[in-house]
């Protein structure tokens, strides 16, 4: 004992330290028998789910690995999938989720930026891995369920009681890398803590009403930090039961919302858009919705309107944020939606927000600037790439990217983000503000508004759409509908149409790829001399 009279010492350091690791053990002594996941056929309890954590870990500890390694996961949800992460973080071992998406040169590189020992893959993608991977190629292989040699599923079921698994691990220590999307450069690896996760995990309990009584449809990938750290784990460390589906099928999504009489759904507004859209909605029972989230890009005001009229007993929350602050940054609040609908809502428990210039000072309320955070919450930096680190922590505050409006009482609209700012003959344009026109008119189901290169405009605000099913709306018509609504040079000078919009397995719209497709497309001398007697 020191002379102050603090403990000191080793003994003393494990007796007060928080890994998510001590997290899941408190849990299971608080909830023991209760269910704690459903996957298909198999429920785990809290218990057995802290068992199956501490056989895997074993597991993977046996193989070699060690505290620090890093140990690729290549797989669609399931039970396993969550297990995984849950031993590598009990073992030491930083865990590196993959998008099961990503094939070739995408897959390979972040296999190889991360310096990852091993991949543990799902049955059904490792002939993508070993396309990639090369057949002999380190990392060695595992699978999640139903493989030959180290198989995770095999392991968390097995018959007894494993022995503690108590690696010394520490609460700074880098538990994951979370791979951003590389929307504008090649994906980085943002490295989480116990630390960070475990502060973002409190911020998500106390700003979405998280308790022991919920029942939650995880339908959105794990791989994806919304999921993961947003909504399934700190609703796991809160007591909720989890049925946990591969993906966010509507038809499969409404059906387990009516038998289970689930209390809470997060998903991004494509898919609410998709459920909505669905004719099952009107026919399934979701009364028991006390709870919906939504989040991951912007929502359009008119969807949200339709979502809490044909949901009326359920609160919606909307939660704004991205991987490098684990993720949940604001929230907008169900009692908050009537006065701010377009709002993100004010920072959570552990966050400190500011939207400020190019010269870091705080903007007025109501004028544009970026988006910047403080908060324990953070990334530790950025996987090998010190510079970019530096560029994003510069000032002493993490930069967004995205571009934000903060009122006088502290709540912020999100604009843009940075790249989807669209500056057309120097006047700057935000996508959002067409979009949220576009989708007024009855035809639209979705739509995404994009800059396309220009020969005078240098920049054309274009509006890629798609009609709801039997809608026959044509461009013109979309295009008179926006001059109702914007300004001249705000107008689309062009509306293009798709059946549907690209987007990744997370749900989130992917502009880049719109804006590739289209760069090329011609625009008419006339079209042109056309667009500037409408005064741009």
Same mark, same amino acid.
């Given at each position: 004992?020191?002379?102050?009279?603090?403990?000191?010492?080793?003994?003393?350091?494990?007796?007060?330290?928080?890994?998510?690791?001590?997290?899941?053990?408190?849990?299971?002594?608080?909830?023991?028998?209760?269910?704690?996941?459903?996957?298909?056929?198999?429920?785990?309890?809290?218990?057995?789910?802290?068992?199956?954590?501490?056989?895997?870990?074993?597991?993977?500890?046996?193989?070699?690995?060690?505290?620090?390694?890093?140990?690729?996961?290549?797989?669609?949800?399931?039970?396993?999938?969550?297990?995984?992460?849950?031993?590598?973080?009990?073992?030491?071992?930083?865990?590196?989720?993959?998008?099961?998406?990503?094939?070739?040169?995408?897959?390979?590189?972040?296999?190889?930026?991360?310096?990852?020992?091993?991949?543990?893959?799902?049955?059904?993608?490792?002939?993508?891995?070993?396309?990639?991977?090369?057949?002999?190629?380190?990392?060695?292989?595992?699978?999640? *369920?139903?493989?030959?040699? &180290?198989?995770? %599923? #095999?392991?968390?079921?097995?018959?007894?009681?494993?022995? $503690? +698994?108590? /690696?010394?691990?520490?609460?700074?220590?880098?538990?994951?890398?979370?791979?951003?999307?590389?929307?504008?450069?090649?994906?980085?690896?943002?490295?989480?803590?116990?630390?960070?996760?475990?502060?973002?995990?409190?911020?998500?309990?106390?700003?979405?009403?998280?308790?022991?009584?919920?029942?939650?449809?995880?339908?959105?990938?794990?791989?994806?930090?919304?999921?993961?750290?947003?909504?399934?784990?700190?609703?796991?460390?809160?007591?909720?039961?989890?049925?946990?589906?591969?993906?966010?099928?509507?038809?499969?999504?409404?059906?387990?919302?009516?038998?289970?009489?689930?209390?809470?759904?997060?998903?991004?507004?494509?898919?609410?858009?998709?459920?909505?859209?669905?004719?099952? *909605?009107?026919?399934?029972? &979701?009364?028991? %919705? #006390?709870?919906?989230?939504?989040?991951?890009?912007?929502? $359009? +005001?008119? /969807?949200?309107?339709?979502?809490?009229?044909?949901?009326?007993?359920?609160?919606?929350?909307?939660?704004?944020?991205?991987?490098?602050?684990?993720?949940?940054?604001?929230?907008?609040?169900?009692?908050?939606?009537?006065?701010?609908?377009?709002?993100?809502?004010?920072?959570?428990?552990?966050?400190?927000?500011?939207?400020?210039?190019?010269?870091?000072?705080?903007?007025?309320?109501?004028?544009?600037?970026?988006?910047?955070?403080?908060?324990?919450?953070?990334?530790?930096?950025?996987?090998?790439?010190?510079?970019?680190?530096?560029?994003?922590?510069?000032?002493?505050?993490?930069?967004?990217?995205?571009?934000?409006?903060?009122?006088?009482?502290?709540?912020?609209?999100?604009?843009?983000?940075?790249?989807?700012?669209?500056?057309?003959?120097?006047?700057?344009?935000?996508?959002?503000?067409?979009?949220? +026109?576009?989708?007024?008119?009855?035809?639209?189901?979705?739509?995404?508004?994009?800059?396309?290169?220009?020969?005078?405009?240098?920049?054309?605000?274009?509006?890629?759409?798609?009609?709801?099913?039997?809608?026959?709306?044509?461009?013109?018509?979309?295009?008179?509908?926006?001059?109702?609504?914007?300004?001249?040079?705000?107008?689309?000078?062009?509306?293009?149409?798709?059946?549907?919009?690209?987007?990744?397995?997370?749900?989130?719209?992917?502009?880049?790829?719109?804006?590739?497709?289209?760069?090329?497309?011609?625009?008419?001398?006339?079209?042109?001399?056309?667009?500037?007697?409408?005064?741009?």
């Amino acid at each position: 004992m020191d002379h102050d009279g603090t403990l000191a010492g080793p003994e003393a350091a494990r007796a007060r330290r928080d890994t998510i690791s001590d997290a899941l053990r408190r849990t299971a002594r608080r909830y023991r028998d209760r269910t704690a996941l459903s996957f298909g056929d198999r429920r785990w309890s809290f218990a057995a789910l802290d068992r199956a954590v501490d056989r895997v870990a074993r597991g993977l500890m046996e193989t070699g690995l060690t505290r620090g390694d890093r140990l690729g996961a290549l797989g669609r949800n399931s039970d396993a999938y969550l297990i995984l992460w849950l031993a590598c973080a009990r073992a030491g071992i930083i865990h590196v989720p993959v998008n099961y998406a990503l094939t070739g040169r995408e897959l390979r590189y972040i296999v190889e930026q991360s310096g990852a020992q091993a991949l543990i893959v799902d049955p059904a993608l490792a002939g993508n891995a070993r396309e990639a991977l090369g057949e002999g190629a380190s990392p060695w292989f595992g699978t999640l *369920f139903g493989g030959t040699g &180290l198989d995770v %599923l #095999r392991l968390a079921e097995a018959e007894g009681d494993p022995d $503690p +698994v108590d /690696v010394p691990v520490a609460e700074e220590d880098v538990v994951q890398l979370l791979y951003t999307s590389g929307t504008t450069a090649a994906p980085k690896g943002a490295m989480m803590t116990s630390r960070g996760l475990l502060a973002e995990y409190l911020s998500c309990v106390v700003a979405l009403d998280f308790g022991p009584g919920d029942r939650a449809l995880a339908a959105l990938p794990l791989y994806h930090t919304a999921q993961m750290h947003a909504f399934t784990m700190p609703q796991l460390l809160a007591g909720a039961e989890t049925v946990l589906i591969e993906a966010p099928v509507p038809e499969t999504c409404l059906r387990l919302i009516e038998e289970h009489r689930l209390t809470s759904f997060f998903a991004p507004p494509t898919v609410w858009i998709s459920l909505l859209r669905s004719p099952d *909605f009107a026919r399934r029972d &979701l009364t028991s %919705l #006390r709870h919906v989230y939504y989040g991951a890009s912007i929502m $359009p +005001v008119p /969807v949200l309107e339709e979502l809490r009229a044909r949901l009326p007993g359920a609160g919606a929350y909307n939660c704004y944020g991205q991987s490098e602050i684990a993720p949940l940054a604001t929230v907008l609040r169900p009692e908050e939606h009537d006065a701010r609908p377009a709002s993100c809502g004010r920072p959570v428990f552990n966050v400190e927000t500011r939207v400020v210039d190019d010269a870091m000072r705080d903007v007025a309320p109501g004028e544009r600037g970026e988006i910047v955070h403080r908060s324990p919450q953070l990334m530790a930096g950025y996987w090998d790439k010190p510079e970019e680190t530096r560029e994003a922590f510069r000032g002493g505050w993490f930069h967004s990217g995205d571009v934000g409006i903060m009122d006088e009482a502290g709540y912020i609209t999100v604009v843009d983000r940075v790249k989807d700012v669209i500056k057309t003959g120097g006047t700057i344009v935000a996508s959002r503000e067409v979009e949220e +026109v576009l989708f007024t008119h009855p035809g639209v189901s979705e739509v995404a508004v994009i800059a396309l290169p220009h020969p005078k405009w240098i920049e054309a605000v274009t509006a890629v759409v798609v009609l709801r099913p039997g809608a026959s709306a044509g461009a013109e018509e979309l295009i008179a509908h926006c001059r109702t609504g914007l300004a001249p040079f705000k107008v689309p000078k062009r509306i293009l149409f798709q059946d549907d919009l690209p987007r990744n397995t997370a749900g989130k719209l992917l502009k880049r790829e719109l804006r590739t497709h289209y760069a090329d497309l011609a625009w008419p001398g006339e079209e042109a001399e056309r667009d500037g007697a409408r005064g741009g």
